[in-house]
């Protein structure tokens, strides 16, 4: 074989390649695609823990007596859920952990599946801090006016990008540029393996960008037991506002947990 046939063969090789490559990316929403991580059945836990592969989080469930909308928890303990979508800047939403961890808060984090292909070192992120993580659409789009094909396709999406990422769909899921959903959308979600969709009976404005001191007395003055509030990771304001935040729950007697451990 001459020279010249040789680098033929070679280019030929690597088109080849590169289709291939090409043609399991569009499978995957068009992007780049990942190594295969194995499925939690296909793999016992000591392999997976000698392997360093973490196991799979937890799964969304049902609650019983709670309505398939949720906005609010129990008003009998003294335990709120501060709920947050997930975008942006990964190192805002990195301070934003670090300081609800520091007070020994606990997060709920609905992440956009958009921000989860460009950053998925945050859905671990998320969960080895000990907070829930959910499913808030793949585009971040107004599901609510969406035809229900594309609606459906919104949802699993970003479970899909999920259940690669963690091993399962995440504990909720949010629609997206809304506060609550149509009875559509619940349905769709509901058929997308969740039961719940999680609302919230408190806006932060954090979205707005009002300034810290702002973002501290609108929740302050509104959050009450069992309250289910709406922030955001990727706003200055919103981490400067947490210190303030999180003192005045303390003072009032009031714990930042988890939304599964404010309806468990």
């Given amino acids: 074989m001459t020279p010249t046939d040789r680098r033929r063969v070679l280019r030929a090789g690597a088109r080849a390649a590169l289709a291939g490559a090409l043609a399991t990316g569009c499978a995957d929403g068009g992007r780049a695609p990942r190594p295969p991580t194995a499925s939690p059945a296909a793999t016992s ?17 049902r609650y019983p ?14 335990r709120v859920a501060l709920t947050f979508h ?4 990964p ?14 808060a606990k997060i709920t984090v609905l992440a956009v ?10 859905a671990r992120r998320i969960l080895d801090g ?3 993580l959910g499913n808030h659409t793949l585009n971040h789009v107004t599901i609510n006016e969406l035809p229900a094909d594309e609606a459906y396709a919104e949802i699993t999406g970003c479970a899909d990008r999920l ?3 963690t091993g399962s769909i995440g504990t909720w899921f949010r629609p997206s540029r809304t506060e609550s959903a149509t009875p559509l959308v619940v349905r769709l979600a509901q058929r997308a393996g969740y039961p719940h969709v999680l609302s919230y009976d408190l806006d932060s404005l954090d979205s707005t960008s009002p300034g810290a001191t702002a973002v501290t007395r609108t929740v302050a003055g509104q959050i009450q037991r069992g309250s289910v509030v709406s922030l955001h990771f990727g706003y200055a304001d919103t981490v400067a506002a947490l210190p303030a935040l999180l003192d005045d729950l303390h003072r009032r007697g009031l714990r930042a947990v988890t939304t599964t451990e404010l309806l468990s």
């Fill in 45 to 61: 836990a000591p392999a997976a823990a000698a392997a360093g592969r973490p196991r799979a989080a937890p799964a969304a469930r």
């Fill in 65 to 78: 007596g709670q309505p398939a909308q949720i906005t609010h928890g129990p008003a009998d303990r003294d």
């Fill in 86 to 89: 997930g975008g942006g800047d």
């Fill in 91 to 104: 190192a805002t939403a990195r301070a934003v952990l670090t300081e609800v961890e520091r007070a020994g």
């Fill in 113 to 122: 599946g958009g921000w989860l292909d460009e950053h998925p070192e945050m």
């Fill in 130 to 132: 000990g907070h829930d």
């Fill in 163 to 165: 259940r690669r990422l």
